[in-house]
C-alpha cells in the first residue's frame, strides 16, 4: 500500500514557526501532484497549499503570505514552511497525492498542529 509519510508537527505558541515533511514513494513523487490540507473536528477537509500541474503553487487565502510549500526532488519529499502561526491553524495537517489518471488520491496519516494563543 502506498504510503505518504508526514512529520514536523508539534504544539506552538501563535507567532511561531513549524515545518511540516511529507516523504513519498518516487512512482508517486514523480508524477504526482503534491499538496497540504487540513481538517479540524466537524469540518470538511481543506486545502491548504499545492502545486499545480504547470508548476506553479496554489495556497490558501488564510495563510498566503505566511505558509510556503517546497519540494526536494532528490529526497521525494514535499515541505510546508508555516510561519507567523495562528490559533486558528490548529488542525490536523495531510498530505496529498493525486493525479487525474488514478483512480483515487494518496493521504498521509495527518500530522496534528496546535497553536497556542
Known amino acids: 500500500q502506498v504510503q505518504l509519510v508526514e512529520s514536523g508537527g508539534g504544539l506552538v505558541q501563535a507567532g511561531e514557526s513549524l515545518r511540516l515533511s511529507c516523504a513519498a514513494p518516487?512512482?508517486?513523487?514523480?508524477?504526482?501532484?503534491m499538496g497540504w490540507y487540513r481538517q479540524v473536528p466537524g469540518k470538511q477537509r481543506e486545502l491548504v497549499a499545492t502545486f499545480t500541474t504547470d508548476g506553479g503553487t496554489n495556497y490558501a487565502d488564510s495563510v498566503k503570505g505566511r505558509f510556503t510549500i517546497s519540494r526536494d526532488n532528490a529526497k521525494n519529499t514535499v515541505h510546508l514552511q508555516m510561519n507567523s502561526l495562528k490559533p486558528e491553524d490548529t488542525a490536523v495537517y495531510y498530505c496529498n497525492a493525486n493525479n487525474k489518471r488514478w483512480s483515487h488520491d494518496y493521504w498521509g496519516q495527518g500530522t496534528q498542529v496546535t497553536v497556542s494563543s
Open positions: 518516487g512512482s508517486i513523487f514523480s508524477i504526482g501532484t
